[in-house]
């Protein structure tokens, strides 16, 4: 395995007047630099990032994730005065909390207005922010920073590279199901996404599309399931078990059942990447093109049962 690069240094926004340096957090909480330790914050309310503390944040900011874009969206979908689907915020929370769960759509009509696009595209925002940020202020406080922590770094190579991977991929998905299909049949596989791709009918649904698929999702979840949980458990189990798991883990929680077996391959392919490399910039961009290319391949062969 490659030797990972290292950014040991910690990073630090100001100056106390006393030689003393504190991050913007630090000051809100009232929290001096010298009480910090390599582990910051965490030794200051009595918690360890020993394992398996890290995994158990990644594991708690998704599930907070998911409960917080539900409640964001019933509130949304109440205050416009509901008058289909479940009766009050209650109803509209399990609703939408099932939907997330099963990987669907957040969809509830409110009279006549579909708000499944529009409201997916700000949803993602409430979905993806509890699951990089504290991906990132882990890393920040550790002392290390995001580089040596989550590898979180781009270089001009990983463009190039990771486009081949990533549209590589992509034309091997229906290959795949070639194989499977004696087990499986000849299912649909592009259903799920075939629903957003549908929707985006003018220049503002295509960029919304754009917006979720290839530019957002990409980058969050290679910083939450590569950079936070791959690492963490490879801390606990070792670069197997967490390559494994981690790719697992990726793919269970897309609960997306035909494409199961493609998101776990795919998941391996990057998490080994990531190991091999100490980095994720390739698989940020092999999943950027990952993605890239099955919109373009949706939108101009809408058909396609691939």
Request: glycine share 10%; hydrophobic share 50%; charged share 15%.
């Amino acid at each position: 395995m490659a030797e990972r690069d290292e950014d040991s240094q910690p990073t630090s926004v100001a100056d106390d007047g006393a030689g003393r340096t504190t991050s913007a957090l630090d000051r809100v909480l009232g929290v001096e630099a010298d009480e910090l330790d390599e582990h910051g914050i965490a030794k200051r309310f009595g918690i360890s990032w020993e394992p398996p503390m890290p995994l158990m944040v990644a594991v708690g900011s998704y599930v907070g994730a998911t409960f917080g874009v539900a409640i964001i969206y019933s509130i949304v979908v109440t205050s416009l005065q509901l008058t289909q689907g479940p009766s009050g915020a209650g109803g509209v929370i399990g609703q939408v909390t099932g939907q997330l769960a099963t990987g669907q759509s957040p969809e509830v009509t409110v009279g006549t207005i579909d708000l499944t696009l529009a409201m997916r595209a700000l949803l993602q925002f409430f979905l993806w922010a509890p699951l990089a940020i504290p991906a990132i202020v882990v890393a920040r406080r550790k002392g290390a920073g995001v580089k040596a922590d989550l590898g979180l770094e781009l270089r001009a190579r990983d463009v190039g590279v990771g486009a081949v991977i990533g549209v590589a991929c992509q034309l091997l998905v229906p290959l795949l199901y070639v194989a499977l299909r004696p087990f499986i049949g000849t299912p649909d596989v592009s259903a799920e996404a075939r629903e957003l791709t549908d929707q985006a009918t003018d220049v503002v649904g295509i960029g919304l599309l754009l917006i979720i698929t290839v530019v957002f999702a990409p980058l969050v979840e290679e910083i939450y399931y590569r950079g936070l949980v791959l690492r963490a458990a490879e801390r606990s189990y070792g670069a197997t078990i967490a390559l494994l798991g981690s790719s697992l883990f990726f793919a269970v929680t897309h609960f997306q059942v035909l494409q199961f077996p493609a998101l776990l391959l795919f998941g391996i392919v990057l998490g080994a990447i990531a190991l091999r490399t100490g980095r994720i910039g390739i698989p940020i961009t092999a999943h950027i093109a990952f993605n890239l290319t099955a919109v373009v391949l949706l939108l101009a062969f809408p058909d396609s049962p691939f």
